[in-house]
């Protein structure tokens, strides 16, 4: 993927950029468990907002001692 990328959250339909993987989402902190959950419910990216409600256990399964990804 070249450049951003206009896209509309899966969950709560508002747009944002993606500029690809390592980006913002690269940083939030996943845990597979959470990139599991998300890859079950979703076809594509979430929001900033989103995700980031996924990697505090708001949205999803709760966080656990697991490594998360993008640290």
């Known amino acids: 993927m070249r450049g951003p990328v206009a896209k509309t959250c ?15 989402c690269g940083k939030i902190g996943i845990t597979e468990q959470q990139m599991d959950w998300i890859a079950a419910r979703f076809k594509d990216c ?3 907002v989103c995700l980031q409600q996924v990697a505090d256990g708001v949205l999803g399964p709760q966080p656990s001692n697991e490594t998360p990804h993008g640290t």
């Open 10 to 24: 899966e969950h709560c339909r508002q747009p944002f950029e993606c500029v690809g993987y390592q980006c913002w």
């Open 46 to 48: 979430l929001c900033p």
